[in-house]
Structure formats: structure tokens, C-alpha cells
């Protein structure tokens, strides 16, 4: 069941300019910079809800309020992508037959 408030988004000047170079950076993996302009925008004046920041980044709500709750409990770290379970691959994908 949805959280009726989202997580207000406070950060310093230092933690803002941290997630802005991610967010702008090349080296960057892409999923990890839109999760740092995701917090980006949360931690906005205006404090957007999550619904209008989803329209305005073209994702789901639900993709919003989760790792804008995973920011507010864990941080940067909390933006990485989570281990998965199962085993790991067996070959490297480079490898061909």
C-alpha cells in the first residue's frame, strides 16, 4: 500500500553537488544518474510530489517513491542497485562459441 506522504528530501550543498556531477557525468551508469536526478528534484524548493516528478522525468510514481524512500533511509549508497539473488552467470558474455 502506497505511503501517503513521501519522504521529505533535505541535502547539504555538498551532498547536492555530489549527485549533480553523478547525474552529469559520462562515466556515470545511466540508471544511477536518474536515480540522482530523481533525488534531485525531490530535494527541490517546491518539494515536488512524486507523482509530478514522475511526469516530469517520463517514469512511473512507483519508481520515484522507491528510491526516494531508499535515499531517506540509506543515502547515496541506497541509490546502487541492490544484490541480486540467484546464481551468478557461469560464462562470460564476451565469450563465443
Known amino acids: 500500500m502506497p505511503s501517503p506522504h513521501a519522504p521529505p528530501i ?8 555530489q549527485l549533480e556531477a553523478l547525474a552529469r557525468a559520462h562515466s556515470t551508469p545511466q540508471a544511477f544518474a536518474f536515480r540522482a536526478r530523481i533525488v534531485l528534484r525531490a530535494a527541490d524548493e517546491d518539494a515536488p510530489c512524486n507523482l ?24 547515496l549508497p541506497g541509490l546502487q542497485d541492490a544484490p541480486r539473488s540467484g546464481r551468478p552467470r557461469s560464462f562470460s558474455p564476451l565469450a563465443t562459441c
Open 10 to 17: 533535505v541535502l547539504d550543498d555538498e551532498k547536492r553537488e
Open 52 to 75: 509530478q516528478i514522475a511526469v516530469e522525468l517520463d517514469c512511473a510514481r512507483d519508481t520515484v517513491g522507491l528510491w526516494r524512500r531508499r535515499f531517506a533511509a540509506q543515502g
